[in-house]
């Protein structure tokens, strides 16, 4: 069964600073992943989907990448802002049953 | 992309009911998810609801407790039945446009609280 670790489960950073957000899965046998951010009382927003053949995607000032074979991938995000306190969520697809999520890692940028 | 609608977007229900939420999507797709999330977790796969075909449920969790429909492309239902207050939680529909490669959509959510 597919497990997916998050760390770290928090993080506080002062605003400017580049930080980097962690992933693992346990079977590397994905098709995609996808890296969303949740603010309270909100759904989700999709920030990066990485097919199983690709290495990186980038958006803006987020760079995500992923190492299939063991089991990793990182969330980036250059020069924070307060706007970016939310909880990020890493999630792996294995085909057509849905997603496998962490627990996700909480954000807060001091202003 | 998709948009996605969810009715209601909260409720407080009484134990013993039952609650449908409606999924609403703006475009075709054939691949409709529902997820749980309960308080301080993260996201739960409940079941996947292909259109045409029977839902199919994951681990500890049974179609007698969350009947789902799919009538057509763009809708769904989760029902919630026999609540109790261990049901409370946000309930989330998503959906793949394309294929089991294409990225996930997720509606806003229902937030439910059971009394």
Known sequence: ????????????????????????????????????????????????????????????RLNASLDKSSGRSTLYIAASQPGDSATYLCAVSGGADGLTFGKGTHLIIQP | SAVISQKPSRDICQRGTSLTIQCQVDSQVTMMFWYRQQPGQSLTLIATANQGSEATYESGFVIDKFPISRPNLTFSTLTVSNMSPEDSSIYLCSVAPGTAYAEQYFGPGTRLTVT
């Open chain 1, 1 to 60: 069964k597919q497990e997916v670790t998050q760390i770290p489960a928090a993080l506080s950073v002062p605003e400017g600073e580049n930080l980097v957000l962690n992933c693992s899965f346990t079977d590397s046998a994905i098709y995609n992943l996808q890296w969303f951010r949740q603010d309270p009382g909100k759904g989700l927003t999709s920030l990066l989907l990485i097919q199983s053949s690709q290495r990186e995607q980038t958006s803006g």
